[in-house]
Nanobody, 123 residues
Framework: QVRLVESGGGLVQAGGSLRLSCAAS?????????MGWYRQAPGKQRELVAA???????NYSDSVKGRFTISRDNAKDTVYLQMNSLKPEDTAAYYCNAEGLEVGVFDRPFDSWGQGTQVTVSS
C-alpha cells in the first residue's frame, strides 16, 4: 500500500497564502505516476483542484488558475500546493491523491488518498 501524509492546512485571512504538502511512502515496487489535490466543502461534491504527472504536466480547476501552483519532488514522492490570494470560497477539506502501478509480472493499478487537511479562509 501507499501511505499519504498531509500537512500545511490552517486558518488564514482572505488574500493570504498557505502551502500544503503531501508525502507518499511505500514499497519500491509502487511506482507513483500522478499526484493531485482535491477539495470538498460542506454540501458540495469533491472536486479536483490540481494534478501533476511524474513528467510535470499540470491540470488546474478553473476556480484556482492563476492563484494556486502544484509541484512535486519525485525523489521524495512529495507533492505541494502553493495557494496564494486565498478566498473564503476556497474553504474546504483538502485531500491528497496518488495514482500509479505496483510493478511486477502483472502490473496492478493503485489509488491512494490522504486523510484530509482543513483549510479555512476568513473574510
Amino acid at each position: 500500500q501507499v501511505r499519504l501524509v498531509e500537512s500545511g492546512g490552517g486558518l488564514v485571512q482572505a488574500g493570504g497564502s498557505l502551502r500544503l504538502s503531501c508525502a507518499a511512502s511505500g514499497r519500491s515496487s509502487f511506482r507513483i505516476t500522478d499526484m493531485g489535490w482535491y477539495r470538498q466543502a460542506p454540501g458540495k461534491q469533491r472536486e479536483l483542484v490540481a494534478a501533476i504527472t511524474r513528467g510535470g504536466s499540470t491540470n488546474y480547476s478553473d476556480s484556482v488558475k492563476g492563484r494556486f501552483t502544484i509541484s512535486r519532488d519525485n525523489a521524495k514522492d512529495t507533492v505541494y500546493l502553493q495557494m496564494n490570494s486565498l478566498k473564503p470560497e476556497d474553504t474546504a477539506a483538502y485531500y491528497c491523491n496518488a495514482e500509479g502501478l505496483e510493478v511486477g509480472v502483472f502490473d496492478r493499478p493503485f489509488d491512494s488518498w490522504g486523510q484530509g487537511t482543513q483549510v479555512t479562509v476568513s473574510s
